[in-house]
């Protein structure tokens, strides 16, 4: 079985551009969470979704990150511009219902320098 | 076990022994709790989960025991082998109603399993 895939695995850039990281959740699971992970703070939530609909963004640093699901198949979180700050592990999980154990992709590992 | 800063708490224990990892939560509004295991390279595995209508939960070597009345969650693990060696994470959800699907996790715990 497919489990949650997420790409790119690795980016490195320079700040002040634009990154794009992208989620395809498992088929048939209604919900989707963005997470950041960092050695100081954890594993955070940033956002999630529940059929494509944002649900909780209060997660969300600030204005420069956006996340958007067009379908049920795919999403992505945008980070404009990016900054070193934003340096972490991000990871996308879905679950097939709210009260479901979430399943975790492998992660972006960004890097903004 | 929770972390300050960078450092993990560090539970080390010898291969066949059982473990034990434990957490604290704060919230009283939390109905579902979860365990994972984070390797290196990779995101969080899901290992079992427990609904606060239940005090325990057994899987395949792996039991979670909640205790609502102090806040704490627990998992063991049995006849710890090397590949247990990782980060385990605790989880609850954030509260009733559909903005309290998301998670809450702890710092971690390492598990270390020496031969």
């Given at each position: 079985d497919a489990g949650v895939i997420q790409s790119p695995r690795h980016e490195v850039t320079e700040m002040g551009q634009e990154v794009t990281l992208r989620c395809k959740p498992i088929s048939g699971h209604d919900y989707l969470f963005w997470y950041r992970q960092t050695m100081m703070r954890g594993l955070e939530l940033l956002i999630y979704f529940n059929n494509n609909v944002p649900?909780?963004?209060?997660?969300?640093?600030?204005?420069r990150f956006s996340a958007k699901m067009p379908n049920a198949s795919f999403s992505t979180l945008k980070i404009q511009?990016?900054?070193?700050?934003?340096s972490a592990v991000y990871f996308c999980a879905s679950s097939l219902t709210g009260l479901q154990p979430q399943h975790f992709g492998d992660g972006t590992r960004l890097s903004i320098l | 076990g929770e972390s300050v800063g960078l450092h993990l708490p560090t539970l080390s224990v010898q291969e066949g022994d059982n473990s034990i990892i434990n957490c604290a939560y704060s919230?009283?509004?939390?109905?579902y709790f979860i365990w994972y295991k984070q390797e290196s390279g990779k995101g969080p595995q899901f290992i079992i989960d427990i609904r606060s209508n239940m005090d325990k939960r057994q899987g395949q070597r792996v039991t979670v025991l909640l205790n609502k009345t102090v806040k704490h969650l627990s998992l063991q693990i049995a006849?710890?082998?090397?590949?247990?060696?990782a980060v385990y994470f605790c989880a609850e959800n954030r509260?009733?109603?559909?903005?309290?699907?998301a998670l809450n996790f702890g710092k971690g715990t390492s598990l270390l399993v020496t031969p």
């Open positions: 649900i909780d963004d209060s997660g969300m640093p600030e204005d511009p990016s900054e070193p700050r934003d | 919230n009283s509004a939390s109905d006849a710890t082998q090397p590949g247990d060696s509260g009733a109603g559909n903005s309290g699907y």
